[in-house]
């Protein structure tokens, strides 16, 4: 970061100019004090990330919802990416990417020493630029969701008054990574610490051409629809896409920001983009497959929408150049052994790198002048991200597959990532508490009881919020809930820190209350039973993985049964007690109930929303839609109350109320 360039505004990023005129192709106007109208985007000259690999970057800026895209127009004077290869010539275009890395930096372990995957990422992808030949780019991309996911997220804050760093956009820039897309998770802390995250912190452009409407998030001055890096000659088209499907918009604070579809979009804008472009890249944090599918963390069948299939079928009808698809979201493995002819769509190659830093993907592209995909030639590859473990011995043949010090940039490490370490390490080493709860919090325990029934970590959770609800402003709470998927993580024994339980729930979910009736939390609780993990299809799941049938656990005032019935479909809620009392007794009694925020919000493809529930239950049976009910949102961090609860007590226990109590009866 010492690069005296870094030190640009964002929006002084955003209004880079220069002088000089090319000739293009006739889809660019020149106009004088030039604007986009309907049907037009406006190309501005930008500087690219001085660490990148591109010599220059073009943004595309306007509504690329409003309909096709029929004219790139921009100011008289300014350069524009003219062709500037012979026909014929050629260019190899590498593309190293990563995608839903998850601010997974660096992933600190006291006992296996550290796992550097970042710095891993920048020692290849620096000795592929420095190896280069004089025709070849090297462009270093992120596919999406860059936050939420590990202790850095911390460093962003909640509040504008408590931002310290955005440690991903930050790692990010000094690693040279040349051009990123919005995932959903970029949005969790809210759009306007992304905004001041993308201000203080990105060098390079962000792109969404679906995310719009936003309080605080501009379009055009904090993120652009799309955008063109030059190199060696070679243009480089690039268009960001957002999944519609987990994205959280709507939000009290900012209640227009909204997520277009993506098919759409790139419909609207690909044409144009590639006319005047040798090379189009799909940044796609929209998921790989279409409607359900099961693929990367999904233990089961997931609601992607409008994913990479789609929007790969539409793109590649629209344009006879190059197009590729770096994708995110699903957290796939694509191409791990060369290219599948099964992740080519209407021409269009689709690849994923997983998550959480497992890979550095590389698609490497020898690209014809003028010939379109007639000569085109393709390689795909996955370079595995080694795990550190200093206590495997150098004799030991598991060794050369361990992390060692000259895997990774040690001085980017020490440059960049070192500094965001320090500001994190207070909070990292800082023991909150005791884990004396034994097995029964233990991770296998944990991992496979959150979707078979009652399981003694949840308890204590719910339990957790309830007590700590007696400090809410709006008054206690009577009840509390939080889903399965939304744990990632159990608990050894001994002491724990905020690391330690930021494992356990590394996502940035807020607490919501809203009031129902006994009769209505009788029907959450039916529909609870058709999502539970059936004793005789638990073999066949990966309870490791993401089961996203929304299997949610209650607080102890809610106690019942699920008669499991001959399959999902036949399952019931049965001798169902609140607070104590039988339900008929409260169907008509109202109830305050706290939520966390993926539950609150419909829990998307999790079907908390009136869609059927998915990830492997039969019937379409539709889930309860708990959208409309009328919530109060505190703004309280659900992670933080649950911290404090711990210190309060001193630790997670049995006499705690990490416990099995009965609360859920499975027969």
Known sequence: MSDPRLSLSRRAFLAVTAAGIASLSPMVVFRARAQAAPGE???????????????????????????????????????????????????????????????????????????????????????????ADENEVVLFVSGGDDHTGSVFDELLGWAPGEFVA???????????????????????????????????????????????????????????????????????????????????????????????????????IMPALAEICDVVVILSHCGYGSGQHRTGKAGAARLIGEGDFDIAEAAGRLTEKPVVLI??????????????????MEGVLMTQAEANGAYLGEVAMSIAANAGR??????????????????????????????????YDQGFEAEVVAPLIAALDEKLAET?????????????????????????????????????SQTFAGGPVDLALFNATAILAGLQPGDLSFGDWYAVMPYADQVHVARMTGAQIGEMLQSNAHRLVRPEEAAGLDLN????????????????????????????????????????????????????????????????NGQPIVAGVPGEIAGMDLRGLDFAHTGLVYRNEIIAHIRDQGGVSAEGGARLDGRLIVG
């Open 545 to 608: 993985g993401f089961v996203s049938r929304g299997f949610t656990h209650f607080s102890s005032g809610i106690r019942y049964g699920i008669a499991l019935g001959a399959d999902a479909t036949q399952a019931r809620a049965e001798e169902i007690t609140i607070l104590g009392r039988p339900l008929a007794e409260v169907a008509d009694e109202t109830f305050t109930i706290a939520f966390n925020s993926y539950i609150q919000l419909g829990a998307f493809a999790e079907a908390w």
């Open 432 to 468: 909150i508490g005791q884990v004396t709860a034994g097995d029964a919090v233990s991770p296998g325990v944990v991992m496979r009881e959150r979707y078979t029934g009652e399981c003694a970590l949840l308890n204590f959770m719910n339990d957790a919020l309830v007590a700590r």
């Open 374 to 407: 007639q000569a085109w030639f393709t390689h795909v590859s996955l370079h595995p991200v080694k795990r550190r473990d200093q206590r495997v011995a150098a004799d030991d043949p598991r060794f050369a597959t361990l992390e060692q010090e000259e895997d």
């Open 41 to 131: 985007l406006l190309m501005v000259p930008a500087t690219p990330n001085p660490a990148g690999g591109a010599e220059r970057l073009f943004l595309l800026k306007g509504d690329p919802l409003a309909g096709p895209i029929r004219a790139i127009v921009t100011e008289e004077g300014n350069p524009v990416p003219a062709p500037m290869l012979e026909a014929g010539e050629r260019r190899v275009l590498r593309l190293m990417h990563f995608n839903d890395l998850h601010n997974n930096i660096t992933e600190m372990h006291g006992a296996r020493g550290d796992t550097h995957r970042l710095s891993q990422m920048v020692k290849r992808v620096r000795e592929t630029r420095a190896a």
């Open 166 to 268: 955005d440690a991903g956009y930050r790692a990010a820039s000094a690693a040279g990574v040349d051009i990123a897309v919005l995932g959903n998770h970029e949005f969790d802390r809210g759009a306007e610490m992304l905004r001041i995250g993308i201000e203080a912190d990105a060098r390079f452009p962000v792109l969404s051409a679906n995310v719009h409407g936003s309080r605080h998030l501009t379009r055009d001055s904090d993120y652009v629809a799309a955008a063109v890096l030059e190199a060696k000659g070679l243009r480089v088209g690039f268009i960001g896409l957002t999944t519609q499907i987990d994205t959280r918009t709507g939000q009290p604070e900012d209640p227009g920001m909204q997520v277009a579809s993506p098919v759409a979009a790139v419909s609207n």
């Open 327 to 344: 994708g995110g979201h699903s957290h796939t493995a694509l191409n791990a052994g060369g290219i599948d002819p099964d992740n080519i």
